[in-house]
């Protein structure tokens, strides 16, 4: 995962915290910004075990061990030490997954509270490189989707851009990427930026 993009979530995470405690409305909860673009993803028809997922309602992502260990050395950047420490936890967390298991991605997550400064830092980019690796199968089409615990072979993603009405800084600009099945959402992710 590029170092801009793992920037921007940990910038987008700050001020949607923020965003929470000052603003009525989070501007990631406005679906009236203009489309930018629609793309139709397909997916794998079946997945092997080990796997991981990333479950968001009645759908899931799947992705076996092997392909998503692949995509994280080829992908997740590593050239800073808290990236390093990051990549190595996921790709660890990873290794140790065995047999027929099928594993909550959340699971892998090292747990934030109480970490400060560096630790917390690496933690937050454990879960951003999980999201980036579920981003990234998706829209290579390497990723299995179920819906009501059956795999649908496509869904719609479609980018969103625009300026929040009721800004409270200068990020003011929000990105917002869904991935849809039907009216499931299969994948969500929105981040602010100044222009």
């Known amino acids: 995962m590029a170092l801009r993009k793992m920037r921007n979530l940990i910038v987008s995470l700050v001020i949607l915290f923020s ?5 009525d409305t989070d501007p990631c909860d406005v679906d009236s910004y203009p489309i ?3 793309k139709v993803l397909l997916h794998a028809n079946a997945f092997s075990l080990p796997a991981i997922y990333y479950k968001q309602g009645r759908t899931r992502i799947i992705v076996s061990k092997d392909m998503a260990i692949a995509y994280v ?5 590593g050239n800073k030490g808290y990236l390093t420490q990051a990549k190595s936890h996921i790709l660890n967390s990873l290794y140790k997954i065995s047999g027929s298991e099928i594993i909550d991605q959340s699971n892998l997550h090292i747990p934030l509270e109480g970490l400060v400064s560096d630790e917390l830092n690496v933690g937050i980019h454990v879960m951003a490189g999980y999201q980036g690796l579920f981003e990234g199968m998706l829209f290579n089409n390497e ?3 179920e819906v009501d615990g059956k795999l649908v072979y496509e869904t719609t993603a479609t980018y969103m851009f625009g300026e929040d009405p009721k800004p409270i800084d200068e990020f003011r600009m929000v990105h917002k990427l869904n991935v849809v099945y039907k009216n ?3 994948f969500n992710k929105c981040w602010l ?3």
């Open 143 to 145: 990723a299995a989707v």
């Open 19 to 23: 965003s929470f405690v000052k603003a």
């Open 184 to 186: 499931s959402y299969v």
């Open 193 to 195: 930026d100044v222009k």
């Open 36 to 38: 930018k673009g629609e």
């Open 73 to 77: 050395k080829k992908n997740m950047s």
